[in-house]
């Protein structure tokens, strides 16, 4: 059974950063293609940041600003997240897909966390 499980969000203020985490059991995070999404109240999922065989990719929103470290121990997931703001407010969520490619496109994905939530204060 696979199972994602986010933690580190809170409450901080604009400019700060954040690092989330996403443990992850039942597959190999490095076999398995792993992304961060977000959903803001009144708006859809969108994707953040993803990883997997080949690259990484970032949405165009969070680029420069957020990454995942490449020195993620075993079959866990971080995102590191600076210079926040308060457009960045949201719940966070990990998922994982089958597929070793990771994307930026919630359809893509087969397994997710239950989210961990953000708030940017300005």
């Known amino acids: 059974q696979v199972q994602l499980v986010e933690s580190g969000g809170g409450s901080v203020q604009a400019g700060a950063s954040l690092r989330l985490s996403c443990v992850v059991s039942?597959?190999?995070?490095?076999?398995?293609?792993m992304g961060w999404f977000r959903q803001a109240p009144g708006k859809e999922r969108e994707g953040v940041a993803a990883?997997?065989?080949?690259?990484?990719y970032y949405a165009d929103s969070v680029k420069g600003r957020f990454t995942i470290p490449p020195d993620n121990v075993k079959n866990t997931v971080y995102l590191q997240m600076n210079s926040l703001k308060p457009e960045d407010t949201a719940m966070y969520y990990c998922?994982?897909?089958?597929?070793?490619?990771?994307?930026?496109?919630?359809?893509?994905?087969?397994?997710w966390g239950q989210g961990t939530q953000v708030t940017v204060s300005s």
């Open positions: 998922a994982a897909t089958k597929s070793a490619y990771g994307s930026l496109h919630q359809s893509d994905y087969n397994y």
């Open positions: 039942g597959v190999t995070y490095r076999r398995a293609g």
């Open positions: 990883t997997g065989r080949l690259t990484t």
